[in-house]
């Protein structure tokens, strides 16, 4: 439990950064995650960040996440400028359980910033059950609120 972003895993840019990298190997399993944002994990752009890349290579599950606001189980924030950012789950990804207090129940992705090339991908396949939110996306949510943006990607690559 968070009292603000990312229950289980956080990722905040709020100052400058240049090709930073989180890399997951094997299966990861988030459960039982709360937080204001971001259930189980959250990564947020408040400033200039330039080639960053968060990416689970194995299988993926998050299970009874859930957000005060947006995104349940997974909550991206573009605030502030973002280029060539990527966040991808080369495995099967698993998502259950999940509730968010807005929007996105399982995913949301919030753009308000200026964003060049971001890149949201879903290599194997991908479940989403029993995920609810509020207002809007029980499963995905992808609002745009006065953004910039250039080249964005949001793929479902397996089955779905």
Request: aromatic residues 10%.
């Amino acid at each position: 439990t968070a009292q603000f972003v990312g229950g289980c895993v956080s990722l905040t840019y709020n100052q400058h950064s240049t090709n930073s990298t989180l890399s997951v190997d094997g299966v990861t399993t988030m459960s039982h995650c709360f937080a204001q944002y971001g259930g189980c994990l959250s990564q947020a752009f408040l400033t200039t960040s330039n080639s960053s890349a968060l990416m689970f290579r194995g299988n993926t599950s998050f299970s009874d996440c859930a957000a005060v606001s947006p995104g349940g189980c997974v909550a991206v924030d573009y605030s502030g400028t973002a280029h060539n950012s990527t966040l991808s789950f080369a495995g099967d990804t698993r998502m259950s359980h999940c509730s968010a207090g807005s929007f996105g129940g399982c995913v949301s992705l919030l753009f308000s910033g200026n964003v060049l090339l971001s890149t949201f991908v879903f290599q194997g396949s991908t479940s989403m059950q029993n995920c609810s939110a509020r207002n809007s996306g029980g499963c995905v949510s992808y609002v745009v609120r006065g953004a910039r943006i250039r080249d964005s990607t949001l793929a479902f690559r397996g089955k779905t």
